[in-house]
């Protein structure tokens, strides 16, 4: 069982990047999926999760509005659309899987991804 991150880079304050979360080896497309990021010295941070389904996203306030989660089960992978980007969207991108429904808790997820830099130069 894998997940792929990919997608990340440098962009610009105002930019935007799209990460997408390749998962392998099983399918998982009654699961929710979810993205997180971890800021140098900073704890693991949820940034959204959409359900199985695909009908219902969450956002952490932080990136409401500018973010948005989607899926496509056929590829069996999930997306981060990031615009308006900001310096302190800094950080690695983590997506995960959740068996158990999704949440904003780390514990939550049972399956995590290598994860992706993106760094937002001022």
């Known amino acids: 069982v894998q997940l792929q991150a990919s997608g990340g880079g440098l962009v610009q304050a105002g930019g935007s990047l799209r990460l997408s979360c390749a998962a392998s080896?099983?399918?998982?497309?009654?699961?929710?999926m979810g993205w997180f990021r971890q800021a140098p010295g900073k704890e693991r941070e949820f940034v959204a999760v959409?359900?199985?389904?695909?009908?219902?996203?969450y956002y952490a306030d932080s990136v409401k509005g500018r973010f948005t989660i989607s899926r496509e089960k056929v590829k069996n992978t999930a997306y981060l659309q990031m615009n308006s980007l900001k310096p302190e969207d800094t950080a690695v991108y983590y997506c995960?899987?959740?068996?158990?429904?999704?949440?904003?808790?780390?514990?939550?997820?049972?399956?995590w991804g290598q994860g992706t830099q993106v760094t937002v130069s001022s």
């Open positions: 995960a899987v959740s068996t158990g429904g999704g949440s904003y808790y780390l514990d939550d997820y049972d399956y």
């Open positions: 959409i359900s199985g389904s695909g009908g219902s996203t």
């Open positions: 080896g099983r399918t998982f497309r009654s699961y929710a």
